[in-house]
C-alpha cells in the first residue's frame, strides 16, 4: 500500500514562501504523476499543480500559477512544491497524491482520480 508523507507547512506572513514535501514509499516506477491540492473547511478540493514524472510536463491552476513550482526528485521518490509570493487566501490544508494514469490525466479535473493521497500539512498566511 502506497503512503505518502506531506512536510513543510507552517505559518508565514503574506509574500513569503514555503516549500512542501511529499515522500511516497512506494517504487517510483509505480507512479508517474504526482499532484497537489488544497482544502479549506466548507470548500472543494482544488487541484493545484501536477507533474507527470515521466516526461517532466507540469500543471498549474489559475490560482497558482506564476506562484508556485511543482518539481520531483525520481532519487528521493519525493514531490515538493515551491510556494512563493504567499497569500491569506493560500490558507488551506495541502495534500499530495500520486498514481499511475495515462499522462492526458496529469492535468486539471482528472488529479481528483489520482488514488493515494497523503494525510495533508496546513499553510496559514497571515496578513
Known amino acids: 500500500q502506497v503512503q505518502l508523507v506531506e512536510s513543510g507547512g507552517g505559518s508565514v506572513q503574506a509574500g513569503g514562501s514555503l516549500r512542501l514535501s511529499c515522500k511516497v514509499s512506494?517504487?517510483?516506477?509505480?507512479?508517474?504523476?504526482m499532484g497537489w491540492f488544497r482544502q479549506v473547511p466548507g470548500k472543494e478540493r482544488e487541484g493545484l499543480a501536477a507533474i507527470a514524472t515521466g516526461g517532466g510536463s507540469t500543471y498549474y491552476a489559475d490560482s497558482v500559477e506564476g506562484r508556485f513550482t511543482i518539481s520531483h526528485d525520481n532519487a528521493k521518490n519525493t514531490a515538493y512544491l515551491q510556494m512563493d509570493s504567499l497569500k491569506t487566501e493560500d490558507t488551506a490544508m495541502y495534500y499530495c497524491?500520486?498514481?499511475?494514469?495515462?499522462?492526458?490525466?496529469?492535468?486539471?479535473?482528472?488529479?481528483?482520480?489520482?488514488?493515494?493521497w497523503g494525510q495533508g500539512t496546513q499553510v496559514t498566511v497571515s496578513s
Open positions: 512506494q517504487n517510483p516506477d509505480s507512479v508517474n504523476c
Open positions: 497524491a500520486v498514481d499511475f494514469v495515462p499522462v492526458q490525466r496529469c492535468r486539471g479535473k482528472q488529479l481528483a482520480a489520482l488514488g493515494a
